[in-house]
């Protein structure tokens, strides 16, 4: 447990100064939220880049109920998430589907709202999200896929920015699991 624990701490400090230099902005901004806030976090530069959607495949991996057999996101912030995570666990010899949630459903072909392949009916599916204010597009996603008669418990986010959103997906009996707060960039 000693080498797992001080691996995972090393792994979140390197993943935290890479958000700080690559991702956070202090100044006057409007949230998608609509809120107005003094600090910006857009995860995509960390992301979007090798090494770190490595580290955080890897700390979602830990963090991730053991049960969950797909993981799956709201496009765009997600989709880098999503698929860094099943390789992940792919080369860890573990199974893990991932679906993507379109923000609106595709008026050709098969019209699907959500990518990825058909699940059985009841698979427990983790949700993944970047940066989590009032949670108000992560619930979306967590609606469309119980619409599909997915099971949603859990949503993991690289940072919580702790302005209601824990509290809106605990009223959707749904926990939500951080990397980081806002409080960590302060």
């Known amino acids: 447990m000693g080498n797992?624990?001080?691996?995972?701490?090393?792994?979140?400090?390197?993943?935290?100064?890479q958000l700080i230099?690559?991702?956070?902005?202090?100044?006057?901004?409007?949230?998608?939220?609509?809120?107005?806030?003094s600090h910006y976090l857009n995860c995509k530069p960390v992301s979007?880049?090798?090494?770190?959607?490595n580290l955080i495949?890897?700390?979602?991996?830990?963090?991730?109920?053991?049960?969950?057999?797909?993981?799956?996101?709201?496009?765009?912030?997600?989709?880098?998430?999503?698929?860094?995570?099943?390789?992940?666990?792919?080369?860890?010899?573990?199974y893990l589907n991932g679906l993507i949630i379109r923000k609106e459903i595709k008026s050709y072909g098969t019209k699907a709202g959500i990518e990825g392949p058909l699940l059985e009916k009841g698979t427990l599916v983790s949700v993944l999200?970047?940066?989590?204010t009032t949670a108000g597009s992560v619930i979306k996603a967590i609606k469309?896929?119980?619409e599909n008669n997915y099971i949603v418990e859990e949503v993991l986010s690289i940072v919580d920015r702790q302005e209601g959103g824990y509290e809106a997906?605990?009223?959707?009996?749904?926990t939500l699991k951080s990397l980081f707060t806002i409080k960590d960039f302060l």
């Open 129 to 132: 999200e970047d940066v989590v």
């Open 57 to 94: 495949s890897d700390l979602f991996l830990d963090l991730k109920d053991s049960r969950s057999k797909a993981v799956a996101g709201m496009t765009l912030g997600a989709d880098p998430l999503v698929s860094g995570l099943i390789v992940k666990a792919a080369s860890q010899g573990q």
């Open 4 to 17: 797992f624990s001080k691996k995972y701490d090393l792994s979140k400090a390197k993943l935290l100064k």
């Open 169 to 174: 997906l605990n009223n959707e009996n749904v």
């Open 21 to 37: 230099e690559k991702s956070y902005k202090k100044g006057e901004f409007t949230l998608a939220s609509g809120k107005k806030s």
């Open 48 to 53: 979007l880049n090798g090494e770190g959607l």
């Open 144 to 146: 469309k896929l119980r």
